[in-house]
């Protein structure tokens, strides 16, 4: 095997587990995994390391249902504040790692140090790495080197993110939970900082549970003893779970309220919901700075590092807008339910006032969920955006295609995903059925249906006319996939379009 990036890539998607297994275990109604950890420490344990050895890294654990990235965003960039450099030429801090998940256009986004992702050659330097030492265990206990030596896709590239960040001197680690917390293969660390858990939400109920107090549950797994634990106003019974198990594990548990400096900063991440995000991280970095000895720290009065590190994160796809000549693309990976009506609430303070008379601008959607209940979602927009517009028609177009990324080429390697149903994928029955139930509900809505990612953004394209005077105003959502997709899409094809 070659030991190029895009080996790694290949190589690394082979560890997905495909749609068939993942249906099986959804119907099953099984559960999360309950030997997900000591598994998880005997792959650290192949690999050389002991769940003890990533106390050096000093870690911090972020888990959620929705803003559990861009809080871990928002801590690394307020911690970047403190590297070292002429105002810090002491600091504590001298490598930031960060550890989020899913991707948007490369793999090697998931893995940060310093807030940049893995260059293509370290990526493919620590992937082997890791790969290596697994099937080196496996020959040593007489056991095959195919797949079954490695863990499945996400804890792969955990173990691979954890041996990176030790590799490279990481003093300060930011891991965020993939699914859950409890039995996460993340909640392997042992002696975090502090842990930080953001808005709760309905969603990956086959392996959470249905309520959200289960799932709260399930997100309280993180809290450790000794480390001070943070969260924010939660809905229904989640606080009283939350503060339970707290109460279980000898942790206190503070829920943080919105700070009111946010409202003179101008956040990096716009949408008025990431000031709840924003007011998390600042409490969970300033808990993290005093274990590592500032001492004096106070969030009372926001440091200037802290502002600063608020005003320059960076986090795609997360209620972000692009413009090109004749459109503005307003794009937010939102894929469920709650998640949809704040990405609908946002799309809907962009859209400028108009006078009476004046022609109905157009507006378009373009959507796609593979996996969830894609109509739901969809619908929940419609009625979020309906309500904000004060029944004004929320699009005049709307384009629903699958996840593939290119008419031609197909996925890209990086965004190939075995968990959806390849002959849904092909039929484009998931996007019809989107299309008859849009209909429904607005039938004066243009609706369209194309195969690729690529298509879509071509016919959006096509909507700008000459004559047209205000730009075409796009929202793009349903889906982190779609979205990640969607990015690759203007990025390769279009040098136009800016920020």
């Given at each position: 095997?070659?030991?190029?990036?895009?080996?790694?890539?290949?190589?690394?998607?082979?560890?997905?587990?495909?749609?068939?297994?993942?249906?099986?275990?959804?119907?099953?109604?099984?559960?999360?995994?309950?030997?997900?950890?000591?598994?998880?420490?005997?792959?650290?344990?192949?690999?050389?390391?002991?769940?003890?050895?990533?106390?050096?890294?000093?870690?911090?654990?972020?888990?959620?249902?929705?803003?559990?990235?861009?809080?871990?965003?928002?801590?690394?960039?307020?911690?970047?504040?403190?590297?070292?450099?002429?105002?810090?030429?002491?600091?504590?801090?001298?490598?930031?790692?960060?550890?989020?998940?899913?991707?948007?256009?490369?793999?090697?986004?998931?893995?940060?140090?310093?807030?940049?992702?893995?260059?293509?050659?370290?990526?493919?330097?620590?992937?082997?790495?890791?790969?290596?030492?697994?099937?080196?265990?496996?020959?040593?206990?007489?056991?095959?080197?195919?797949?079954?030596?490695?863990?499945?896709?996400?804890?792969?590239?955990?173990?691979?993110?954890?041996?990176?960040?030790?590799?490279?001197?990481?003093?300060?680690?930011?891991?965020?939970?993939?699914?859950?917390?409890?039995?996460?293969?993340?909640?392997?660390?042992?002696?975090?900082?502090?842990?930080?858990?953001?808005?709760?939400?309905?969603?990956?109920?086959?392996?959470?549970?249905?309520?959200?107090?289960?799932?709260?549950?399930?997100?309280?797994?993180?809290?450790?003893?000794?480390?001070?634990?943070?969260?924010?106003?939660?809905?229904?019974?989640?606080?009283?779970?939350?503060?339970?198990?707290?109460?279980?594990?000898?942790?206190?548990?503070?829920?943080?309220?919105?700070?009111?400096?946010?409202?003179?900063?101008?956040?990096?991440?716009?949408?008025?919901?990431?000031?709840?995000?924003?007011?998390?991280?600042?409490?969970?970095?300033?808990?993290?700075?005093?274990?590592?000895?500032?001492?004096?720290?106070?969030?009372?009065?926001?440091?200037?590092?802290?502002?600063?590190?608020?005003?320059?994160?960076?986090?795609?796809?997360?209620?972000?807008?692009?413009?090109?000549?004749?459109?503005?693309?307003?794009?937010?990976?939102?894929?469920?339910?709650?998640?949809?009506?704040?990405?609908?609430?946002?799309?809907?303070?962009?859209?400028?006032?108009?006078?009476?008379?004046?022609p109905p601008r157009k507006r378009v959607l373009l959507f796609n969920q593979?996996?969830?209940?894609?109509?739901?979602?969809?619908?929940?927009?419609?009625?979020?955006?309906?309500?904000?517009?004060?029944?004004?028609?929320?699009?005049?177009?709307?384009?629903?295609?699958?996840?593939?990324?290119?008419?031609?080429?197909?996925?890209?390697?990086?965004?190939?995903?075995?968990?959806?149903?390849?002959?849904?994928?092909?039929?484009?029955?998931?996007?019809?059925?989107?299309?008859?139930?849009?209909?429904?509900?607005?039938?004066?809505?243009?609706?369209?249906?194309?195969?690729?990612?690529?298509?879509?953004?071509?016919?959006?394209?096509?909507?700008?006319?000459?004559?047209?005077?205000?730009?075409?105003?796009?929202?793009?959502?349903?889906?982190?996939?779609?979205?990640?997709?969607?990015?690759?899409?203007?990025?390769?094809?279009?040098?136009?379009?800016?920020?």
């Open positions: 095997m070659e030991r190029t990036y895009s080996d790694a890539v290949a190589a690394l998607n082979t560890l997905q587990s495909n749609h068939a297994v993942i249906s099986a275990i959804r119907a099953s109604g099984r559960g999360m995994n309950k030997q997900a950890i000591p598994e998880m420490i005997e792959w650290c344990r192949k690999i050389g390391y002991e769940p003890t050895d990533f106390n050096r890294l000093k870690p911090i654990h972020i888990a959620g249902t929705k803003g559990k990235g861009s809080t871990s965003a928002f801590i690394s960039s307020i911690l970047a504040q403190y590297l070292p450099s002429a105002s810090q030429p002491n600091s504590l801090i001298q490598k930031i790692g960060l550890y989020t998940s899913p991707h948007l256009r490369f793999v090697r986004e998931r893995i940060q140090i310093n807030n940049q992702p893995l260059s293509e050659e370290d990526f493919a330097k620590y992937f082997f790495q890791t790969w290596d030492r697994l099937e080196d265990a496996a020959r040593a206990a007489g056991q095959p080197t195919d797949t079954s030596a490695k863990p499945v896709y996400f804890r792969f590239l955990t173990l691979m993110a954890l041996h990176t960040y030790i590799s490279e001197g990481v003093d300060t680690a930011v891991i965020e939970c993939g699914i859950g917390g409890e039995y996460d293969s993340t909640n392997i660390l042992v002696s975090p900082t502090a842990t930080g858990i953001t808005s709760l939400g309905i969603d990956h109920t086959a392996v959470l549970g249905s309520t959200i107090e289960e799932i709260a549950w399930h997100k309280a797994g993180i809290m450790k003893f000794n480390a001070p634990a943070f969260t924010v106003p939660q809905r229904g019974g989640a606080t009283g779970v939350l503060q339970l198990r707290a109460a279980e594990k000898g942790v206190q548990l503070q829920i943080v309220d919105i700070h009111p400096e946010l409202n003179q900063i101008k956040l990096g991440l716009a949408a008025e919901f990431q000031k709840v995000n924003a007011s998390l991280a600042i409490q969970v970095a300033a808990a993290h700075l005093h274990a590592l000895g500032h001492a004096s720290l106070s969030t009372g009065l926001l440091p200037l590092e802290f502002k600063t590190g608020l005003e320059r994160v960076q986090w795609g796809g997360r209620c972000e807008t692009r413009r090109e000549k004749g459109i503005a693309w307003h794009i937010d990976g939102g894929h469920t339910l709650e998640s949809i009506e704040v990405a609908a609430k946002w799309f809907a303070s962009q859209i400028p006032s108009r006078s009476p008379n004046s593979q996996t969830r209940d894609a109509n739901a979602l969809a619908r929940a927009l419609h009625r979020t955006l309906a309500e904000a517009l004060r029944d004004e028609q929320p699009f005049t177009h709307a384009v629903f295609c699958s996840n593939v990324t290119f008419k031609e080429k197909g996925y890209k390697p990086d965004l190939v995903s075995m968990n959806t149903s390849q002959t849904q994928v092909g039929e484009l029955s998931v996007q019809r059925a989107l299309k008859k139930m849009w209909e429904s509900v607005d039938a004066r809505t243009e609706v369209k249906v194309v195969g690729t990612i690529e298509e879509a953004v071509g016919w959006v394209r096509g909507l700008v006319g000459g004559e047209e005077v205000e730009e075409v105003m796009v929202l793009v959502t349903g889906s982190v996939h779609l979205v990640g997709g969607f990015l690759e899409v203007l990025e390769t094809g279009n040098d136009n379009t800016s920020a």
